[in-house]
């Protein structure tokens, strides 16, 4: 069974600074895909990214980047220069390829990241 | 254009009454999730849709919830004699479905049962 998870429960930093979420998963397949999901105050849940298990590729955009590494099972999001706005709930969510169930999402526990200025 | 939209934002029930939860995907999307966020459990899944089929509905809480989908288009999430752990927000996202894509979350419908 998958598995998803989000060590970090609360992160809080100051405006500007660097920030990690870290994210490991557990899954049996060989295909897969990984997301990230970031949830604001007002609640809606926003697509960030999505990669393949076959793309290990790091994947840069803007202030936003992802770190995938099959071989620790890890696929870290780094915000550079943090800004009030960032705060928000991060989730890290795992799907396999199920006929039953689709494309669903495993998610993990979240990491609530709050940026002071 | 749209996005996913859910009705009604918020529902307050009291105990054993049913509740109506409906979700208005991405037009031109086949594919629907229903999923729950509530403080206990977290984010998870209940039930997927592809058209108007559900091939699996294991993982529904309990018997007193159902789905369906009409017209490869509009879901309802029914839930009968409500429960206080009922309580949650009950997302609906749609994906364009034939293969790993992303999903696109509505805002949600927060249930309080009391």
């Known amino acids: 069974a998958q598995k998803v998870t989000q060590a970090q429960t609360e992160i809080s930093v100051v405006e500007k600074e660097d920030v990690t979420l870290d994210c490991v998963y557990e899954?049996?397949?060989?295909?897969?895909?990984l997301f990230w999901y970031k949830q604001p105050p007002s609640g809606e849940l926003v697509f960030l990214i999505r990669r393949n298990s076959f793309d290990e590729q790091n994947e840069i955009s803007g202030r936003y980047s992802w770190n995938f590494q099959k071989s620790t099972s890890s696929f870290n999001f780094t915000i550079t220069a943090s800004q009030v706005v960032d705060s928000a709930v991060y989730f890290c969510a795992l799907s396999e390829a199920n006929n039953n169930a689709g494309n669903m999402l495993t998610f993990g526990g979240g990491t609530r990241l709050m940026v002071k200025p | 254009g749209a996005g996913v939209s859910q009705s009604p934002s918020n529902k307050v029930t009291e105990k054993g009454k049913d509740v109506e939860l409906r979700c208005d995907p991405i037009s031109g999307h086949t594919a629907l999730y229903w999923y729950r966020q509530s403080l206990g459990q977290g984010l998870e899944f209940l039930i997927y849709?592809?058209?108007?089929?559900?091939?699996?509905k294991s993982g529904l809480p309990s018997d007193r919830f159902s789905a369906e989908r009409t017209g490869g288009s509009v879901s309802t999430l029914t839930i009968q004699r409500t429960q206080q752990e009922d309580s949650a927000v009950y997302l609906c996202?749609?994906?364009?479905?034939?293969?790993?894509?992303?999903?696109?979350f509505g805002p949600g419908t927060r249930l309080t049962v009391t």
């Open positions: 849709f592809q058209g108007n089929s559900a091939p699996d």
């Open positions: 996202a749609s994906s364009m479905g034939g293969g790993f894509v992303e999903q696109y």
């Open positions: 899954t049996r397949d060989t295909t897969y895909y």
